[in-house]
T-cell receptor, first 109, second 115 residues
Framework: GQNIDQPTEMTATEGAIVQINCTYQTSGFNGLFWYQQHAGEAPTFLSYNVLDGLEEKGRFSSFLSRSKGYSYLLLKELQMKDSASYLCAVLDSNYQLIWGAGTKLIIKP | ETGVTQTPRHLVMGMTNKKSLKCEQHLGHNAMYWYKQSAKKPLELMFVYSLEERVENNSVPSRFSPECPNSSHLFLHLHTLQPEDSALYLC??????????????FGNGTRLTVT
């Protein structure tokens, strides 16, 4: 079966750095997405990786290793507004989007 | 205007009621989706429309009935729902045909409670 694993919940301190991991086992691979979802709001697109390596976008970076079936989202200089759920999703060989259950990130002052 | 608008934001209905969820996108996209989001579970894809034709129906019970009258509007008609159908129903749109490498744009969802 196809599976995406990410931690259920993480806690970090304002101003610090946090890394949210995502591992996947899917039938083929056509890219990996990260979305951010604040409570009661729509998920919003953060990043897309299809090649190995690190993609940086301001305070947020996303890393992919296809050989390891692994990605992480790195958030630097954490702010209170970064408290949200972070969803990992993989496009398989049939372009079906397989979703993780999300990681709830709690930022403490 | 926000890109994808869903109404209502909250809905409480009895098991014998009939109601409809509405979604409208202002992004010029040609694919639209219904997703179900339950607490601590992955998003579940329900229906996909591409160029107003249904291209995917993931074994969703017939008590959920989608309608896509044009590329900007999507409805989900609900009847004789069960309490386990209580969830957040998210509408999304994207450019291109179904899931490709273009990101999804989601609405804020309808929080549905079935009593």
């Amino acid at each position: 079966g196809q599976n995406i694993d990410q931690p259920t919940e993480m806690t970090a301190t304002e101003g610090a750095i946090v890394q949210i991991n995502c591992t996947y086992q899917t039938s083929g691979f056509n890219g990996l997405f990260w979305y951010q979802q604040h409570a009661g709001e729509a998920p919003t697109f953060l990043s897309y990786n299809v090649l190995d390596g690190l993609e940086e976008k301001g305070r947020f970076s996303s890393f992919l290793s296809r050989s390891k079936g692994y990605s992480y989202l790195l958030l630097k200089e954490l702010q209170m507004k970064d408290s949200a759920s972070y969803l990992c999703a993989v496009l398989d060989s049939n372009y079906q989007l397989i979703w993780g259950a999300g990681t709830k990130l709690i930022i403490k002052p | 205007e926000t890109g994808v608008t869903q109404t209502p934001r909250h809905l409480v209905m009895g098991m014998t009621n009939k109601k409809s969820l509405k979604c409208e996108q202002h992004l010029g996209h040609n694919a639209m989706y219904w997703y179900k989001q339950s607490a601590k579970k992955p998003l579940e894809l329900m229906f996909v429309y591409s160029l107003e034709e249904r291209v995917e129906n993931n074994s969703v019970p017939s008590r959920f009935s989608p309608e896509c009258p044009n590329s900007s509007h999507l409805f989900l008609h609900l009847h004789t729902l069960q309490p386990e159908d209580s969830a957040l129903y998210l509408c999304a749109s994207s450019q291109g045909e179904g899931h490709r490498n273009s990101p999804l744009h989601f609405g804020n969802g309808t929080r549905l409670t079935v009593t």
